[in-house]
């Protein structure tokens, strides 16, 4: 996997190329050092905002790195599987992580929710969000539909706290979640619009996601959203045919 160093005037970020794998995508970066916020950074939080809740014509462009499809169904469901979970995740956050991702990712048009494991074992193709390092496959998280899986790294977090003991690694995990949610929800291909929860920020080849701020992400730890964006959503409608 190849490294790529991202530095601006306000912090240091580490990006990890994506790995393409048939029906299991996940963007990473770890976050190395974070500095206090300037007037710069405030401007490009608003900018930021901007680009999360406002869709523009043209802007919905993707990787191509695979082919979006309608999923089958009017409801996705979840479950959360604490087993091997870190202890700084007790399951009562995870499952709130989970809970809003399906919520946030309804606006697609078709409704997402979590339902409690004795509820799921009676119910099929229930997709179970789980730690599992061989399922993962190094990755902070990766999703397989197939097997209706949302697979999480343990061992990734504990790295990412390593690095950077500092750094809120919830923030990540609500992240990682999103994006791997997004992938149940018909969306193999990943935005190049660095906001967007289906995004990467480096493809490896020197090209690089888009932002509309002409500069860095000006102090922003995560410049990419916690939820799916206007355009994610408008994208997965459209797949959808909603």
């Not at 490294?3 to 190395?32: E, K, Q, S, W």
């Not at 609500?174 to 193999?188: D, N, P, T």
Request: hydrophobic letters at 35%; a positive charge.
């Amino acid at each position: 996997m190849n490294r790529h160093f991202a530095r601006t005037t306000r912090f240091y970020a580490i990006v990890y190329r994506t790995l393409c794998l048939p029906h299991c995508y996940l963007a990473r970066t770890i976050i190395v050092m974070l500095t206090s916020c300037s007037p710069v950074t405030m401007a490009a939080e608003s900018l930021r905002a901007q680009e999360i809740n406002d869709c523009r014509s043209g802007e919905i462009v993707t990787w191509a790195d695979g082919i979006d499809h309608p999923v089958a169904s009017e409801e996705l469901l979840f479950t959360y599987d604490p087993l091997n979970a870190p202890v700084r995740f007790p399951e009562s956050l995870v499952s709130d992580m989970v809970a809003k991702a399906a919520l946030a990712w309804s606006g697609c048009g078709i409704t997402g929710r979590l339902i409690p494991r004795p509820e799921a074992s009676r119910r099929s193709n229930v997709i179970q969000v789980q730690w599992n390092e061989a399922e993962s496959r190094g990755n902070f998280g990766l999703s397989n539909l197939g097997k209706h899986t949302l697979s999480l790294s343990a061992n990734a977090f504990d790295n990412l706290n390593t690095v950077n003991p500092s750094y809120d690694t919830r923030i990540t995990l609500q992240m990682v979640i999103s994006h791997e949610m997004g992938h149940h929800y018909g969306l193999m291909a990943h935005s190049r619009r660095c906001i967007d929860v289906l995004s990467y920020y480096d493809n490896g080849k020197g090209e690089k996601c888009t932002k509309r701020n002409p500069f860095d992400t000006g102090g922003v730890t995560e410049y990419r959203h916690n939820f799916p964006t206007t355009c994610d959503l408008a994208r997965c409608r459209a797949v959808n045919g909603k």
